[in-house]
């Protein structure tokens, strides 16, 4: 439907693209958001004739047919040229080769900077996909996705002093890696952003200096090529990020790579949920239903073009890891219910010591049994990921089903448009001790990644001001 504009609907007659026309309608995106008492208005015809122009309209941009073997498998036209399914990651792309395995070397994943969590998502943030990052505010997510664009800047492994498998490190005399960050908190934000990874990087040069006191990079010259290969563009609004990813971002891939500069590797978007906060999705003539079917919308459209984005659209364009940060919202009674259905049925991580702990027996089972379908639909929304594992038997003893679950937002639409899922929450500080201070300890779950095999699923973390390091009990 992108760039289908009205006059070249052959279906509408005349009057009605000379409405279109008065009343501002270029192309058909635009004619079809808007409801139809809406449109109704804006051509000043009935309601009745708005929803036949939009009826005709969607017939029009409609995909043609195709049968399930064509969205599986390639079909060759008659000019030799691969079509795919209209609206996939893979339109207008190169077929990929088939049968070709998935590749789990260091080269298709993006390092997170710490051995720990490297080994539970094995290895990184894998290279074409959406990753997203959930949990509360203060929780550790942007402190985690700024360590890892900061050492991706820098080309950094994840152990200090240990050599990468290319040449990309930039304090053993390489030019790092590209990346972009997209915020949505406004220009004080991305300065704060900035700045902190300017702080990352100073810690990191300081660390590795330790480690090899023969490294001759300073910290000026490691500052100023983390600068030069990290890009920060502020998108507000929904909008503003329709332009940057499928105009600025693709334009300036093309330009880094024809002055022969390191290959973008990461794109760290912070966050999504402001992205749909537009007071004219509430004020819109129409019910609520309409609402929330801009929204979803929306969703699919910005899920495909963070595909498009990570896949690497351009020719010899290298795929990239794609981090999004979403936010989370509290959970209510029937929340609370499928938590201890999971929590009685043990099919959480959790010890019968611990589950004892928590809550009594005789609250675990309700009367009415929830279904299979809403059980699955907390564990993707990241509902059962809030319970803390048996081994935090400290925290265990303090969680409350009822008041401390959380859910991501954004529910199951922008679930099925991302294709792996963490969460981050932060661990009960022990109570403070002459011999030790408490520390605030992070952990970081698989909720769901295609991609994490390994039997880790879990991994601690601290962040300090020199950045993100592991935690081990």
Known sequence: MQGVLLSDIAALGSR?????????????EQLLLDHAGTLA??????????????????RAVAP??????????????????????????????????????????????????????????????MRGMISELGGESASGKTQLALYTATCTALGL????????SSSSCVLQGGRGEGVILLTTKGQTAARHMVDRMVEMTQACVRAWHEEQPWATVTQTEAVNVMLQNVHVACTST??????????????????????????????????????????????????????RSVRAGRLHALGLWLKQVAVGRAPHTPAMAVI???????????EAALVRQALAQGTLPMSEAGMARSMPMSTLIDDETPLMLPMQAAHFSGLLA???????????????????????QLGLVWANC????????????????????????????????????????????????????????
């Not at 190169?94 to 710490?114: A, F, H």
């Not at 319970?387 to 935090?392: F, G, K, R, S, Y």
């Not at 520390?439 to 991609?451: D, G, Q, S, Y």
């Open 41 to 58: 208005q804006q051509l000043s015809i009935s309601e009745w004739h708005a929803t036949h122009i939009q009826q005709i309209v969607e």
């Open 64 to 125: 043609p047919l195709q049968c399930a073997w064509d969205a599986l498998s390639e079909v060759e036209n008659g000019g030799g040229e691969t079509t795919y399914v209209p609206g996939t990651p893979c339109e207008d792309e190169e077929p990929l080769e088939k049968g070709r395995p998935v590749s789990k070397t260091s080269s298709d994943r993006v390092s997170t900077g710490v051995v720990e969590l490297d080994a539970c998502l094995d290895g990184g943030f």
């Open 16 to 28: 009605e693209r000379a409405l279109c026309r008065r009343a501002g309608y270029v192309d058909a």
């Open 386 to 408: 809030s319970v803390p594992c048996a081994e935090h038997s400290a925290t265990m003893a303090s969680f409350h089903a009822d008041t401390d679950i959380k859910m991501a």
């Open 238 to 291: 929904f909008d503003a990020a329709e332009h940057v990813l499928r105009y600025t971002l693709p334009g300036l891939v093309a330009r880094r790579a024809s002055m022969q500069a390191p290959p973008f590797a990461l794109v760290v978007l912070d966050s999504v949920p402001p992205l749909l906060q537009d007071d004219s999705l509430d004020t819109t003539q129409g019910s609520s239903a309409m609402a």
């Open 418 to 473: 991302i294709n792996a899922r963490y969460w981050v929450a932060m661990l009960p500080p022990p109570p403070p001790s002459m011999l030790a201070p408490a520390v605030l300890v992070r952990r970081l779950r698989v909720v769901f990644a295609p991609t994490c095999t390994s039997s880790t699923k879990e991994a601690l973390f601290l962040v300090t001001p020199r950045g993100v390091q592991g935690y081990v009990t």
């Open 157 to 164: 492994p994840a152990e200090k002093g240990a050599t990468t």
């Open 324 to 334: 999004t940060i979403n936010h989370v919202h509290d959970a209510f009674a029937y």
